[in-house]
């Protein structure tokens, strides 16, 4: 085969790595497309070093843009590289800016899409809590997954919500492939981290935060709530700060008025390895990031959801996410109250999903 693999954000580098390595392993071509989406170093270089992904073929380095430039940007590159490269099929993560992008254009070149991670929802359309401009990832798992050859799904439930809108065809559940990622990083002597160290902190006594997603940085009153919440935490709670959130933080005047909060540790974002292990060794992490969450479970560590809804629904219902809103009590309240649940069910699959990916599109690609 050969393969396009179309990468732009940090959980995307995650789960490209064990399958770009599967792929080279068996022999197969695999172009390595990088849209530019997280511009930053901490958010993109430092996770290729990490997890060794090879430098991308083609680096489109589209940067920070509204969502309409950003994505006509990709678009308009990626046509030229697929018909230069002429890929047996382009395959997507996810539900990212770079995602949607990518999919279009191939679906324009008449190139077949491979859409990893399909199938999730948390029909935040239908529910109409905040502004739909603040949950542009809804739409792109729809778009995407309508438009896509195969979809390999994470969860179970993901492939019954396929079905749901009538897509039964090259669906299968192959588990989350960033549980790949993080089970083979976690055979890693731990000597790879030293960030414990470095900020003072011990095993099981502080908090983990990540805010970052449009629903919260874009709603001022919103991630004024999660901020109180968080600075309000009896015990530390370490905050690795997304450039977009740095960013609005500043704007608003907020930097300065949270920082000077005793238990809440602003810090610049860090490598997988250093927030693998800062969520393994967490008592909790509150969070609205999906990679976070799945995490956080891979580490058996409870995750407060700073959100209405989530696509992650197996482990809020198994106990180990709980969902909170932008309500700074209930924040405050799950830090202390939410214990590990007493079962761990591998909901999200076994850690093999990248064996199954490539082996289920080696058969499909001779059809």
Known sequence: MNVMTIV????QFIKAAPLCAELTSRGHKNVFVHTGQHYDYSLSKVFFDELQIPEPDYNLEIGPLSPVKQISGMMNSLETILITEKPTCALVFGDTNSTLAASLAAMKCEIPIIHIEGGERNFTRDMKIVPATTIPEES??????HISSVIFCASKRAVENLAREAI???VLWAG???LDTYSLISQIPSNKSDILERLNIRSGEFALATVHRAINTD???RLVEILKGLSKSEIPVIF???PRTRKVMVESNLFSRFTQSSNLRIVDPVGYFDMLALEKNARIIITDSGGVIREAFFSKVPSVIVDET???IDLVQTGWSRLVGADSQKIC?????LKKPENWEPVLGDGTARKKIVSYLENWSHK
């Open 310 to 312: 989530t696509e992650w």
């Open 176 to 178: 989350d492939i960033s």
């Open 219 to 221: 709603i001022p009153e």
């Open 333 to 337: 309240e799950y830090i202390h109250l």
């Open 140 to 145: 792109n798992r729809v778009l995407v997954d």
């Open 168 to 170: 039964t065809d090259n």
């Open 8 to 11: 732009g954000a940090r959980p």
């Open 240 to 242: 690795p700060i997304h």
